[in-house]
T-cell receptor
Framework: DGGITQSPKYLFRKEGQNVTLSCEQN?????MYWYRQDPGQGLRLIYY???????QKGDIAEGYSVSREKKESFPLTVTSAQKNPTAFYLC?????????????FGDGTRLSIL | SQQGEEDPQALSIQEGENATMNCSYK?????LQWYRQNSGRGLVHLIL?????REKHSGRLRVTLDTSKKSSSLLITASRAADTASYFC??????????FGAGTRLTVKP
């Protein structure tokens, strides 16, 4: 089955620690996205990538970093600079080139502070 | 910044009733999409309406778009308990990025 896989489902971070959230897709989509969702809130864009080896900051990129070395993979690192990292993180991908394509989402990673 | 804003924030209805959710946005859009999110899960795409369309149907879903008022509505007819979820509108701009609203939490009571 084609889809997006996020891992782990739950993650705990200690103070001062960097953690990396994994996102893999086998949909052959060019564009990938990371969103943060806080309780009862909508999604806020952290970073997105339209093509391998290129990515752009979203609305809340501070304290986060990404890489896009492969088309299938778009890992997100939550650095120690992100002082309030507790949230639900969602990864998405989209086909680029064809207009009006929806985003496909993974099932998220819930990050908490120890 | 978030683009869409859904209204109401929460909606509770009985099974069989219709549910209407509204979305307002601020800037020009290429298209508007509605997504559904079950608790603790990712979002699932429901329906997309282009900026030059006014109404679209998909099964029990009906979406309208009024670009002059910068608003959209999602109607779910004959609701079921399984429709209980959060519903989000998302606006797509020419840059290919999308902006999501805060969502409407729908509860359908059996």
């Amino acid at each position: 089955d084609g889809g997006i896989t996020q891992s782990p489902k739950y993650l705990f971070r200690k103070e001062g620690q960097n953690v990396t959230l994994s996102c893999e897709q086998n949909l052959n989509h060019d564009a990938m996205y990371w969103y943060r969702q806080d309780p009862g809130q909508g999604l806020r864009l952290i970073y997105y990538s339209q093509i391998v080896n290129d990515f752009q900051k979203g609305d809340i990129a501070e304290g986060y970093s990404v890489s896009r070395e492969k088309k299938e993979s778009f890992p997100l690192t939550v650095t120690s600079a992100q002082k309030n990292p507790t949230a639900f993180y969602l990864c998405a991908s989209r086909k680029v080139g064809a207009s009006n394509q929806p985003q496909h989402f993974g099932d998220g990673t819930r990050l908490s502070i120890l | 910044s978030q683009q869409g804003e859904e209204d109401p924030q929460a909606l509770s209805i009985q099974e069989g009733e219709n549910a209407t959710m509204n979305c307002s946005y601020k800037t020009s859009i290429n298209n508007l999409q509605w997504y559904r999110q079950n608790s603790g899960r990712g979002l699932v795409h429901l329906i997309l309406i282009r900026s030059n369309e006014r109404e679209k149907h998909s099964g029990r879903l009906r979406v309208t778009l009024d670009t002059s008022k910068k608003s959209s509505s999602l109607l779910i007819t004959a609701s079921r308990a399984a429709d209980t979820a959060s519903y989000f509108c998302a606006t797509a701009r020419l840059k290919n990025d999308m902006r999501f609203g805060a969502g409407t939490r729908l509860t359908v009571k059996p």
